[in-house]
């Protein structure tokens, strides 16, 4: 987030955090000095941090007041048919651009091993990182940030019910070793099944437990 102030940029992230992982939940309204008092940050910090919330669509700002956005379960398909084709373009150009530090980061991200689903999704979450750097294109990095916080949500609601995580780790394998042999059409295939796959479960398991909103 070029030409923002350093605080900002904190306060942008903690927050992102905070409402991405639906600790700050849906609806909920946002005072300025509140949570400049809770984050110890000045109010123009957090100021500046919600407008940036705002234009990613993950803060509401209606003629009074600021609020989390809501979810709504049909924003999920919308979001993924997105997701769906800048993960797959980020896996191809990775396996175009990737350096050899690149390449490093990903095989460690494969030998970690998290503890319980929450430490899973978040190591998920670096791997996606890891090969959108790995693409070296800063604007495609970017979008699939957005992306990934509007979809992150709606993840975190099914998030009890992820057991299938752990076993996502083969496919990461597997793409790592396509980025390897800069075979493009093997890594974007593995990213788009990996991507469709995840969005399938995540849409029936919140179907059946009603876990959101229409």
Known sequence: MPLIR?????????????????????????????????????????????????????????????????????????????????????????????????????????????DDLREHFKLDQKFHQAIAQAAHNQYLAETLKHFYGLSKRLWFLALPYLDFLPRAVQSHIELVQAIKDQNGGRAGEIMSTHIEEFYQKITRIISEKELAKE
């Open 6 to 114: 350093v605080d900002t940029e904190q306060a942008y992230q903690i927050l992102w955090e905070k409402i991405t992982s639906l600790e700050l939940e849906p609806g909920q309204p946002l005072e300025i000095p509140a949570l400049a008092e809770e984050l110890a940050m000045s109010q123009a910090a957090v100021k500046g941090a919600l407008r940036i919330l705002v234009h990613e669509h993950l803060v509401d700002a209606p003629p009074r007041g600021l609020y989390v956005a809501d979810l709504h379960f049909s924003d999920l398909e919308k979001i993924s048919t997105i997701r769906l084709k800048l993960e797959t373009l980020s896996a191809q150009q990775a396996a175009q651009q990737a350096t050899a530090d690149d390449l490093v980061i990903l095989e460690s991200l494969c030998e970690e091993e998290a």
